[in-house]
């Protein structure tokens, strides 16, 4: 479903609207996927920029990775360590706009929210050959209920029958936040990581999100500033490698507004 950008401030898109999405976690800290810095098999070292809601752009100083989790451009697919921070010298946002991790190990049968600008359409095309969609670079907002936590990796499916605003990600959406509200607060327990689906425009098709459960301690570290924390990409790092946001989506169903899937 369309909805006010403004009334999720915690969202941030990197590089334009429709590309990667992210999180902030922090006044100087955004939280999204680890391949959204890979171009060509190999990791850029370019941090990258980050779009507010406000459309402010923000360029970032250093990118970290999980070192007990280390994400390989490599081998680029969903996975558990699909996880990225970006690290900004100076506050972006207000602290009010930051998600806290959820560090509960009870995701399977929660309602969930996802958020991105990437490609959207309507349900009813779903299925086939083919994905019909539009890249209009619009913000939406689709709900899911979590099926499994298994490996790292949350999951949830199309379901033909499921919530009112039942959806899943699509191209563009990658990185971007799925949140869990639990008693009166949202907190930010996966970003997107993509699907293995074959045919993800179809019913049934299963979404994965890197789970930041598995996550919590590294996020910890990076938001108290480690210093025996290393960046994976910085400003001072040499590379021909540029960075290019890996494309990421969201696709809203029956009035090309109820749900969202992922081609990734």
Partial sequence: WLTPL?????????????????????????????HCFCKNGAVSTEPGFAILWDNS????????????????????????????VMEFDNPIADA????????????????VDIFGCGLTGDADN???????????????????????????????????????????AQDGDSGGPLTITRDGTRYL?????????SNPCDFGSVDQFVRLYN????????????TELKAWTSDSTSSSVPFAAALGAVFVGAVWSTFLWELL
């Fill in 215 to 226: 996550h919590r301690d590294f996020i910890a570290q990076v938001l108290r500033g480690d």
């Fill in 126 to 168: 779903l299925g086939g050959s083919s994905c019909s969609a539009i890249d209009d670079q619009r913000f939406r907002r689709a709900q899911n209920v979590v099926t499994g936590n298994a490996n790292g990796v949350l999951t949830y499916a199309m379901d033909n029958n499921g919530l009112a605003l039942e959806g899943i």
């Fill in 6 to 34: 403004s009334d999720y401030k915690f969202f941030v898109s990197l590089t334009e609207r429709g590309s990667c999405g992210g999180t902030i976690i922090s006044p100087t800290h955004v939280l999204t996927a680890a």
């Fill in 189 to 197: 327990a996966g970003a997107n990581s993509g699907t293995s689906e």
């Fill in 57 to 84: 752009k923000h360029r970032s100083s250093r990118v970290f990775a999980n070192p007990k989790c280390m994400f390989s451009c490599e081998q680029d697919g969903p996975n558990k360590c699909d996880a990225a």
């Fill in 96 to 111: 009010a706009f930051a998600l806290p991790i959820y560090t509960w190990d009870d995701e399977i049968g929660r309602t």
